[in-house]
């Protein structure tokens, strides 16, 4: 069957930024799987990946816009030391949830300087053009209560 909404797709990808580094690959790993139409993925890989079967190979590069948005500077923020508690480890790179006005989010530690820390809560592809060089696994139909739940059961996908 041709990839279309309420499709579970699996697919394997390799994902690469403008400058070629591999971002994220699933060679070695389970294949991606994931419910068509219902936003699982990046807007752009599934727009790209609409119509294909299973075989085909496609190659999507996937502006930031259609992918993990622009960088917001809003969601940059610089705040005292003091603000966390004392014995908290804060190094650049230490990742933990605030709590912000639109609900909890994961915000990244990306610059300490003289009792001021930046914390970024852009994802972390956010900005980024996105290189997909993708294979497709499988298609098959997805059964009503995955469509019910909007996400792919069983293998590859989530188990409740
Ligand atoms: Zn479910």
Redesign the pocket.
């Known amino acids: 069957m041709l990839i279309k909404p309420n499709a579970v797709v699996a697919i394997h990808y390799t994902l690469t930024d403008n400058e070629g580094a591999v971002l994220d690959s699933s060679t070695g790993k389970q294949p991606l799987t994931y419910l068509h139409g219902s936003g699982n993925i990046i807007p752009g890989l599934e727009r790209a990946l609409d119509g294909k079967k299973a075989g085909d190979k496609l190659a999507a590069s996937i502006e930031p816009q259609d992918g993990y948005g622009e960088i917001i500077e809003e969601m940059i923020q610089v705040v005292p030391r003091t603000t966390f508690p004392e014995d908290a480890v804060i190094e650049i790179g230490t990742r933990f949830s605030a709590q912000t006005e639109r609900g909890p989010l994961t915000v990244v530690v990306t610059n300490m300087d003289d009792g001021q820390i930046t914390v970024d809560g852009n994802h972390p592809l956010a900005g980024e053009t996105l290189n997909f060089d993708v294979c497709v696994e499988t298609v098959r139909a997805a059964t009503d ?2 469509l019910q ?1 909007g ?1 792919v ?1 069983g293998a590859g996908g ?1 188990h ?1």
Do not use: I, N, R, V
Request: hydrophobic content about 0%.
């Open positions: 209560e995955e739940h996400h059961h989530h409740h």
